[in-house]
Nanobody
Framework: VQLQASGGGLVQAGGFLRLSCVAS????????MAWYRQVPGKERELVAE???????NYADSVAGRFVISRDSAKKMVNLQMSSLKPEDTATYYC???????????????WGQGTQVTVSS
């Protein structure tokens, strides 16, 4: 499973950005999809996730400002980020859980990361 993320950049505080990630695979079924972020010296943290059934979960720090969505047919997950704050500055990573068709065992896959920088 290969993941290609896009949409990062530099934005002023209060602005918005949209991240997208597309999974490429013909051998795996995409299950849960998520976005994580990481700043240097800190652990990678969950930002938002969406299950294969469409249920969503958000970190408290982004709830009400970020919206995660998916297009399962396109194997795509998006993160609409609004009211951005300088503390949202991080490298954002796309993450999916997937299993081979006909198998139950799941693996986690990561995208290459996209930088989001919010200036004050």
């Amino acid at each position: 499973v290969q993941l290609q993320a896009s949409g990062g950049g530099l934005v002023q505080a209060g602005g918005f950005l949209r991240l997208s990630c597309v999974a490429s695979t013909s051998s795996h079924k995409i299950l849960d999809m998520a976005w994580y972020r990481q700043v240097p010296g800190k652990e990678r943290e969950l930002v938002a996730e969406v299950t294969s059934g469409g249920m969503t979960n958000y970190a408290d720090s982004v709830a009400g400002r970020f919206v995660i969505s998916r297009d399962s047919a396109k194997k795509m997950v998006n993160l609409q980020m609004s009211s951005l704050k300088p503390e949202d500055t991080a490298t954002y990573y796309c993450n999916v859980r997937a299993s081979r068709w006909g198998r139950s065992y799941q693996n986690a896959y990561w995208g290459q990361g996209t930088q989001v920088t919010v200036s004050s």
